[in-house]
């Protein structure tokens, strides 16, 4: 069955620091997103992209976020400087289309010390 | 920004037990779904709902959508320890065209 991988699975990083995660989404699923999610609350989507054009970023913290798709199929974000705020689980989803079914990967627990 | 709130926040019942989560918005979303997630894991779709007082039945869980799409219901029958876990509506519609909101999450913990 296609999955939606991500990596590292965990990450623990110093303050001040850079530290970037990776998404492979499921196999002709044009749409991407990134969802930070707090221990215990609902996912926030930080970017949306349509194939390798960014259609949300309202909420993604730019001065310190980045993310991208360049060819339309994997994803980077990034965080540089990492701050302590920043500890939690960084999921990524992709549907074949926006917006049908999202599946998600099994997420990047960052912690920040 | 179209918010969902989900109530109740905690749930934590016996075996056997039934219970209802619910997810609540002031906006009309052409969609709603409902996930559940597990620690440690990304969330899982269990249902979409797309149609004004839909119903959908999925074992012992029974999924339905407002009349005036802004509310959805997750009714849980005969509550079983491994329905343990965070468990998410998140809309997609209207100004949020594309996007999906969700709501904060209610975490069920079932006890044997």
């Known amino acids: 069955e296609a999955e939606v991988a991500q990596s590292p699975r965990y990450k623990i990083t110093e303050k001040s620091q850079a530290v970037a995660f990776w998404c492979d989404p499921i196999?002709?699923?044009?749409?991407l997103y990134w969802y930070r999610q707090i221990l215990g609350q609902g996912p926030e989507l930080l970017v949306q992209f349509q194939d390798e054009s960014v259609v949300d970023d309202s909420q993604l913290p730019k001065d310190r976020f980045s993310a991208e798709r360049l060819k339309g199929v994997d994803s980077t974000l990034k965080i540089q400087p990492a701050e302590l705020g920043d500890s939690a689980m960084y999921l990524c989803?992709?549907?074949?289309?926006?917006?049908?079914?999202?599946?998600f990967g099994q997420g990047t627990r960052l912690t920040v010390v | 920004t179209q918010l969902l709130e989900q109530s109740p926040q905690f749930l934590s019942i016996q075996e056997g037990e039934n219970l209802t989560v619910y997810c609540n918005s002031s906006?009309?979303?052409?969609?709603l779904q409902w996930y559940r997630q597990e620690p440690g894991e990304g969330p899982v779709l269990l249902v979409t709902v797309v149609t004004g007082g839909e119903v959908k039945k999925l074992k012992r869980l029974t999924f339905q959508f407002g009349d005036a799409r802004k509310d959805s219901s997750l009714h849980i029958t005969a509550a079983q320890p491994g329905d343990t876990g965070l468990y998410l509506c998140a809309g997609e519609g209207g100004t949020s065209y594309g996007k999906l909101t969700f709501g904060q999450g209610t975490i069920l913990t079932v006890h044997p």
């Open positions: 989803a992709s549907s074949p289309y926006p917006l049908t079914e999202a599946f």
């Open positions: 196999s002709g699923h044009a749409t």
């Open positions: 906006s009309v979303f052409s969609s």
